[in-house]
């Protein structure tokens, strides 16, 4: 009887050490693959309306989860019949520096004049090459991004107005209102009319003034192009600026403070206020990769501990059942 006892708890114990020992050893390989993982953003290089001579460009992310040494992303083009329309900057070969856990690159296609129209398809292998410490060299599995790009001889006109400013400038001088336009056509475009209504700052209508003579965005671009107001008779003060695109209809809206000062013509560089609207930028933190890790190694300790409490809650209880059997079996003698 106590023989059988003993070899049921040498399996049990066993069973536990081993899933304990392969639990960690797993748990330990997962969080060092994430920690020397390579990511790029956005996932895919696409353009459905390029035209025969057109230039594209795209900004691409590629990040790692540990920059704790200097690395390199090798770009590699695979199954694309034209990859020699596609560059990039700086290089097929992109340095990751120590502690710079994001870098940015552009993928850049350049459409002979002769090209045929259709669709192009292929994909981009992003590889994380890291020497360690020891000199030995790392290759982390490749991140795939798929390439769509169609020609066509179909003009797209898409402008987007993205933000507007207008700065400070001195009484009697030209009033400027920049506008950060994208232009997403296939053409190169133009906004058809620039309405700006002036109010004081209790939101009442001074002037209402307009210019139908806007500087062009090449395709595919993103550009700041300056509006000019000239004999703009302001008094020094502050003011509310209610400015509208049009491309033919209104496409975009937004009010702006300014200020027209006292001087020689110089701009206020002191000034504190927010003047635009905008796009956000996203704010990464660069620590949640390394924070992810470190409850990773936390939530892989508290499970081991919990089943090693586990494996000597059982020990103890099987001893105990033992030792109730032997007082029975020793009773039974008597």
């Excluded at 290089?91 to 850049?108: C, D, F, M, W, Y």
């Excluded at 982390?140 to 798929?146: E, I, L, S, T, W």
């Amino acid at each position: 009887m106590n023989d059988l006892i003993n070899k049921k708890i040498w399996i049990l114990k066993t069973v536990l050490i081993i899933f304990i020992i392969f639990s960690w050893f797993n748990l330990r390989s997962y969080i060092e693959a994430s920690e020397i993982s390579i990511g790029v953003s956005p996932s895919s290089f696409s353009n459905d309306s390029l035209m025969p001579g057109s230039y594209y460009e795209q900004e691409i992310i590629i990040s790692r989860a540990n920059p704790d040494t200097d690395a390199k992303a090798v770009i590699e083009i695979e199954e694309c019949s034209v990859e020699n329309w596609i560059s990039f900057d700086p290089g097929s070969e992109i340095e990751l520096p120590k502690n710079e856990q994001r870098v940015t690159a552009k993928i850049k296609v350049d459409v002979p004049e002769y090209a045929d129209l259709g669709s192009y398809n292929g994909y981009l292998r992003i590889k994380l090459v890291r020497e360690e410490s020891d000199g030995q060299v790392t290759l982390v599995p490749a991140v795939r991004m798929d390439i769509d790009m169609k020609v066509t001889n179909v003009e797209v006109v898409d402008l987007e107005v993205k933000m507007v400013n207008i700065e400070d400038f001195a009484e009697g001088q030209t009033m400027i209102v920049m506008l950060r336009i994208l232009n997403k056509g296939n053409v190169s475009s133009s906004l058809s009319k620039v309405k700006v209504d002036i109010l004081d700052l209790d939101e009442n209508k001074i002037v209402s003034i307009e210019k139908d003579e806007i500087d062009p965005v090449a395709p595919f671009t993103l550009d700041d192009i300056d509006v000019e107001y000239d004999n703009v008779d302001l008094d020094i003060g502050e003011y509310f600026a209610d400015v509208f695109a049009y491309n033919d209809s209104c496409i975009y809206e937004d009010r702006v403070a300014f200020k027209v000062i006292k001087g020689d013509g110089s701009i206020a560089e002191d000034s504190d206020r927010e003047i635009y609207s905008g796009d956000g930028t996203e704010i990464t933190d660069r620590g949640s990769n390394k924070l992810l890790s470190k409850i990773l190694i936390s939530s892989g300790v508290i499970i081991v501990c919990i089943l090693l409490v586990g494996v000597i809650v059982f020990i103890i209880k099987e001893i105990k059942e033992r030792d109730e059997v032997n007082k029975k079996y020793k009773k039974r003698e008597k």
